[in-house]
Each structure stands twice: as structure tokens, then as C-alpha cells.
């Protein structure tokens, strides 16, 4: 295992160890204004310090973990499933099928990912199920075209003609037999669309799209605290946004790793 992805799982196994602790305890209410004296600096009652509501930074940076990292793995995963699916199916058989899919997502991969997932929401209205369903969708066209590739690049190889000749049906050899062979460089892909993804939540977070302002969302915790950083409060957005680049980045790492580990070209 490389270096990068044992400091990714690391990371990453951190915050997932706080969104969850942050579901049983957190020093104070994360929704309640109020826990302190507003624009408390980092102190021993509050070790990072309080917003411009009295509300405790730490508290909310944790519950923010359950928003930001659980909005993030459920829509990567529903895009990584659909998307590999359908890439798998446009890959093995070609033809019209694939003609059909391949014209289908370059309809929607015209728009830039944020700006698409911006316009969506703002169209259906917020609320978590939303967020989550934008984003898988924004995800899929990727995933598809990725599994396609790998598909296409394997399915006339000698282990497949194998499957094939003792009787497989088609789509058992795509998804028993070709597909396991092909998920290195789609998991490797995942890591960067999860670190994708979460910049992509924060920024609704920050534009006001898609949550409830009032929700821990560490993309609401620096909006909320953007105008007191002239003021010298800083640690109202400074903190949520080193806790958005720690996640970002453990997901860039684990990617790397998973490159290196699946990729027999970038092994050491």
C-alpha cells in the first residue's frame, strides 16, 4: 500500500469517525444559536471559536461532516452504479446502443458540472434528496464513458472469448467477467469525483442553493462568516474551509494510491 493511500484512508477514516461521532455528541447544539457570546474567539469554551450567533464553530464543523461527507458518498456511489452499468452495456455491445447512450450524455455533459448542478437545483428547490440526486446525475456521464472505454478495450481478449465459448450469456461476461478486470482506473476515478463532488457542495453551500442556509454545511459555515474576515473574526470560515480541503484532498490521495495500486505502469 503507498504512502498516498494510507494517509487518504487515514484521513478520510477521521472524518468518517466524526460524522459519526457527531450523531450521538458534540460540545454544544450545532443548530442553536446562542451556545456563546457571538464572535467568541478560539478559546477553552469553545476551541474554535463562535459565529456571528453565538453558534459553536467546532460543533457545527462536525455536524457539517454528516452533510458534506454523506451527501458526497451516496452521490458518487448512485453515479458510479448507473454510470458503470450503462458504460458496460454501451461498451460490450456497440452499435446503435451505444450510438443512442453516447448521444444521450453528450447532451448533458455541454454544461459545466457546477453550473449544471447550480441551475438544477435552483429549479427543483433545495433539500438533501435533491442535492444527492443532481450530483449523481452530474456524475454519471463520466463513469459512463470511463467503463465504455474499458469495456471496448477488453471485451475481444482471450479471457473473455473463454467466457463466451463455455456458454455465458453476453451481459455475464460484460459484468462478471470484464468488468472486474476493468475497475482499477473506475475506482481510481471515484476518489476525484468524491473530492469533485464535495467542492461542488460546499460551493452551493456558499451560494446559498440547495440547503438550508441554517444547516451545518460547512459551504454555509464560510458564507456565514465571509463578512466578518475584514473585521478580524476569522476563524468563522477559516476553519470550515480547512475542513473541505482536508476532505478534498484525503480523496485526491486515495485516488493516487488506488492508481498506483491497480496501474502496473505507476507501481514502484
Given amino acids: 500500500m503507498s504512502w498516498s493511500m494510507r494517509i487518504g484512508l487515514g484521513i478520510l477514516s477521521f472524518y468518517i469517525g466524526v460524522a459519526i461521532l457527531s450523531v450521538f455528541w458534540t460540545p454544544y447544539d450545532p443548530t442553536m444559536p446562542g451556545a456563546g457570546p457571538a464572535y467568541a474567539p478560539p478559546s477553552l469554551d469553545h476551541w474554535l471559536g463562535t459565529d456571528r450567533l453565538g ?11 454528516q452533510y458534506d461527507l454523506g451527501i458526497c458518498l451516496a452521490a458518487v456511489t448512485i453515479s458510479l452504479v448507473v454510470g458503470c452499468i450503462l458504460g458496460v452495456i454501451a461498451g460490450y455491445y456497440g452499435g446503435g446502443i451505444d450510438t443512442v447512450i453516447l448521444r444521450i450524455v453528450e447532451i448533458f455533459s455541454a454544461f459545466p458540472g457546477l453550473l449544471f448542478a447550480m441551475l438544477v437545483v435552483q429549479a427543483v428547490g433545495p433539500g438533501i434528496i435533491n442535492v444527492i440526486a443532481v450530483l449523481s ?8 464513458r470511463l467503463a465504455r472505454a474499458e469495456i471496448r478495450a477488453r471485451r475481444e481478449w482471450q479471457f473473455a472469448e473463454a467466457a463466451r465459448l463455455v456458454g455465458n450469456r453476453p451481459l455475464v461476461v460484460a459484468f462478471k467477467h470484464l468488468l472486474p478486470n476493468s475497475i482499477g482506473p473506475v475506482l481510481a476515478f471515484t476518489s476525484v469525483n468524491a473530492a469533485f463532488s464535495a467542492l461542488i457542495i460546499a460551493s452551493l453551500g456558499f451560494l446559498g442553493i440547495g440547503l438550508n442556509p441554517d444547516d451545518p454545511e460547512w459551504g454555509n459555515m464560510i458564507a456565514r462568516g465571509q463578512d466578518s474576515v475584514m473585521t478580524g473574526e476569522w476563524w468563522i470560515s477559516l476553519f470550515p474551509g480547512l475542513a473541505i480541503l482536508g476532505m478534498t484532498g484525503a480523496f485526491y490521495l486515495l485516488g493516487d494510491g488506488v492508481s498506483d495500486a491497480t496501474d502496473p505502469r505507476r507501481r514502484r
Wanted: hydrophobic content about 55%.
Fill in 137 to 144: 446525475f452530474v456524475g454519471i456521464p463520466d463513469y459512463l
Fill in 55 to 65: 453558534g459553536d464553530v467546532l460543533s457545527r464543523i462536525m455536524a457539517g461532516a
